[in-house]
């Protein structure tokens, strides 16, 4: 049975890009839950964290999640990096397709995260050794709960060759 596919992993690591390659190369439709959240509420990510705080903001993504239930035609959906550790999420994707963590490596994450704080609700106002404290902190704290995704890529450059293999296996 053609499964649905949830790619998740700590921001930075290629989600996004991934999930479209993905898309792709299997015909599925691709989805950015964080686009989603952003049609439906006609807000930025950004200005929800803003104007109404990441309670709201985690309120609008349990609810956009939702909406790719197991009924849907197969799709892939990129989450956002936080999206697995709030409203019993992960959990619920587990149950409604494949879950697949993208673990890339923190050297790599620091390279990609550095400079973009800005762009990143969580990290905004933070620069140099705060902004990295910050996400290294976070990403400890979510490590367990993107560990419990059906399957995990490590490397330091993940790949859709990889995730083919994966797929096959
Ligand atoms: C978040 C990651 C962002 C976005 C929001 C919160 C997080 O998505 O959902 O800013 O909690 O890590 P990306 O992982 O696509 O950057």
């Not at 996004?16 to 792709?24: D, I, P, Q, R």
């Not at 989603?36 to 200005?47: D, Q, S």
């Amino acid at each position: 049975m053609k499964k649905s596919i949830f790619l998740l992993g700590f921001m930075g690591s290629g989600k996004t890009s991934l999930g479209k390659e993905l898309a792709h190369y299997l015909n599925y439709p691709f989805y950015d839950l964080d686009s989603e959240i952003e049609n439906a509420t006609g807000l930025k990510v950004k200005e929800i964290f803003h104007s109404e705080g990441e309670e709201a903001f985690r309120m609008y993504e349990a609810e956009q999640l939702r909406k790719f239930n197991s009924t849907k035609e197969p799709f892939v959906l990129a989450c956002g990096g936080g999206t697995p550790c709030f409203h019993h999420n992960m959990d619920w994707m587990n149950q409604n397709g494949w879950t697949l963590f993208l673990d890339v490596p923190e050297r790599i994450l620091a390279q990609r995260l550095e400079g973009q704080q800005e762009e990143r609700p969580l990290l905004a106002g933070l620069k140099g050794i705060s902004s990295s404290k910050t996400w290294r902190h976070l990403l400890e704290k979510r490590r367990p709960i993107y560990l419990q995704a059906a399957s995990r890529l490590a490397s330091e450059d993940i790949n859709l060759n990889e995730v083919i293999h994966m797929l096959n296996s």
